[in-house]
């Protein structure tokens, strides 16, 4: 069995599918970029440079030397599991089990940076199989990263070493369809368009729709606590879980019960955002709710972004918010017009609005309200209600087209970004939440510390920020920021302004992620959201189901200096 | 300084304090039983005997032999932290700090019984004390039982053993009310009606009114997740908590963010439930909701249990549940008819609306639904469209006056109780949860489990249950139980009745518990709900936030067989 002495001998034959692997859409998907839109960046932001992909890209792994002997006996042990058909060595999906949706991972690949492959790809078919190989790895003390969809930005399945990918691909099974309580178990691999598709003829819905959607799955939402656009409606990963099956190396863990119940602490909530750092869930059991029947999307403007916030604050405590609820700042209103350029009825319609109150392009802000209902009337009602609060802080109705519009293009900013990342550009997002007081003072913090830490004597980053994911307390604030790549060094460009971002919304008082998860990237800070005190609790917990340490090491938890023992 | 050199010295005056203890309210509080209501129970229960109360009940402790220098040590280092005046040696104190609510408690009093005092109570006037209080109880290997409101009904406070009460009783302050988010910081010794009267001027209402609201406190609330009478609308206690200063031995620990993260997992989460196992929760960050300018409770009548569970069902699938929801089953509507015989409106009203349907009185189900809100306008529309779901089951209105009369009378049943204790009857209530499809078949099995326990050749307990927080998924069930007391071993009798019930409601998959926590009663049936791993992980959390094992031990992880060591 040569290929299991050395799994990384075909490595070298990665270079193209790496290449490839640097974007979020296959080559040759993304979508034009109109020459306004150029014009528009290159304007606001600076002129940048096609990226030239690196023509050295070998994508071998850093290590050299020979295979242990405890990974040979590892992926034999993984061929008599899942059956040798599932066990995979192919360098193209070794890079892919390593390489989720961030600038870092996109600029590091388009770099030709080396990158550290997993040994093997190993796709258990269901529980039970993937309980068997983490009891095997665990015995052959080889790290497990499960790798579902892929899609972390946060560097989850990020790390190097010796260790195998568990992929949850085969595990996309549903069963336990209990249509009276609206609870399904399905498996961890489901991907969300899978779902509700075998959802909808049966008159449900989860209503999860994170803009990775597409590629992400279910394992995936509970791991990380995703939320998705629909969440002020819909409720939040961890809202919509009832019950988790976990493979751990302890043993097999299932826990859960609807409706509720006051049995102790609630363990699920532990599972939930454990990111694989301690076992590996395999099965969700799911609330769902009935599909709706009816919907509106509609847009509006406001006269600023604080009476944007203002409103949406008096929707959420009085109980009348939209399912969506998304507020655009000006910045961001400005480049939502132009690229719907094409048909141009939004940027008009805005345009006559902002004439109509005397106000300045550089304050108007876009919203999009949606409402998903089963009863016509319930919608109308809570619509009616919405726009009596909308009104009094100076909203003024776009119409459904552009609602609509925000509708079906609501998976397609990551295409977008390939374009982007092709003509040269850096383009990242970051997330937090804060209390309704805080948003606007994070917001400008967030955008000083960006200005500062990406501009250069020809360049300033452009830098817009929406909320998306509405509360009683306060909201999300979601930050797109483009600049123009430093192609030489891409990924330590990044870097500094994530530091320097991420330590002023610490000090700003918001949260360290609302729905990115903390992954490798934001480990360092986790500390300044749970304490010293709460990474040890969670170390305790992985030092419970993972005794050896061998489950996505380095997420969540950040290495810390070796405690001189006590006696 | 005698009295530290034995705090038990006294305990021999408690005789009478200690048979007051034995009930809700005060001596002479409990509401009369009518003649009608007698003539009920000796006619559905049995005859039973006035509860003749011990005259020789001494309440001494178990423990004899000299206070331990360790708790000498402690009491002196409490007084330097608390100040002398707030470390109490009164054994009356000291037995109502050991006392919950529960019939076990009531009955081991009344019958005279020895009960294990704690060694004092100390009430620490802030976290900081607490704090401290903590770290000088780990220090001596003292155990610390934190003491709230003294409501526990599943052996929360009820342990052995030389220990202190940490009395929360100080810990009222309100502090950080922030307007904009809804959000308010208090310690944990602040009670319901205490925090309603702060926030009513303010505009603000928390929204948790469990049956033991006058007594009970937000502490509590969080360390036993426990659920209002109007939850469908406000949310669980766990809902409600924003974040949570806690009291361990390890430190400090502050914890929560609002208004939501993916910081890993939830904390929080890990102490709400966690009964004073893991510290002590000494403030509470709490999200409240606008104060509702708008109520409106009424009472109708259901054909069947079944019919009044269906349209429960549609009303939470369909977003149109109301803030309170209750559903008495047949036998509980026969006794909430003859309870509002005073005026007999509810009664008459019921008889009238079933002789219209030609439903016999055994089927017929009284509901209550309250709804509250800070819009007219909207009240209405959700009533509206409830109504619409609620006359397709069958529904007739019987009107808002039984409804605001219920609404009234929310906290009378433990006073009730007092008086049919008084009257020689066991008296007890049970909970549970389960999903939509669940609920009759579970409330079956408790019924026939506690008529088969409890009955004998002249007397059979008459048993009622009723549906009182409802989720999309389903809902709880809430069983009270009369039956005559055994006088002579009252904690047996119920203690065999429990453990089959309980049994039970496991084996027929309801939650083992919904809202009245585990505490030293349900714990044996922990691993039922979480696993053994799952005691394991909170057993880990438990060595690492109070490694010697000092808080509230016996609580939540039942006391299992040492492991044998592995090497």
Known sequence: MPDIQDPHATASTSAHSAKSAGRWGRH?????????MAEFLAHEVGVAQPWVESASVTHLDQRTGPVSASLVDLIARAREIVGAGHVHLDPQLRLRATTGGSYTDYANLRSGAQVDLPDAVISPADHQQAQQLIEAADATRIVVVPWGGGTSVVGGLRLTGPRIALRTDRMQDMFDLDSQAGLVTVGAGMTGPRLEALLA????TLGHYPQSWEQATIGGYVATRSAGQASTGFGRAEDMVAGLRVATPRGEWSIGRAPASADGPDLTRLMIGSE????????????LRRRPTHQRYEAMAFPTMAAGIAAFREMAQTGISADVMRLSDAAETATALRQSAPTGALGQAFATYLRSRGITERHGCLAILGWESTRRTLLGSRRNAAWDVLRGFGAVSLGRNAGESWRRNRFQAPYLRDALLDHGYLVETLE????????LPIRDSIHAALVHSLSDATTTPYVMTHISHVYETGASLYTTVLAVADQ????SQWARAKQDV?????NSGGALTHHHAVGRDHAPWLASQVGE?????????ADQLDPRGICNPGVLIPPRAPQVPTK
Chains 1, 2 share one sequence.
Do not use: K, N
């Open 28 to 36: 040759g998907e993304a979508p034009a970029i109109s020459a306004d």
């Open 432 to 439: 937090t939440a804060g209390t309704w007081s805080q948003l």
């Open 201 to 204: 003829p049966r008159g449900f």
């Open 533 to 541: 005190i709460g990474l040890d609790v969670l170390q305790a917990v």
């Open 502 to 506: 991420t330590d002023c919304i610490i």
């Open 488 to 491: 030489s060094s891409p990924v």
């Open 276 to 287: 694989g750092r301690l076992g590996v869930i395999t099965e969700v059991t799911l609330r």
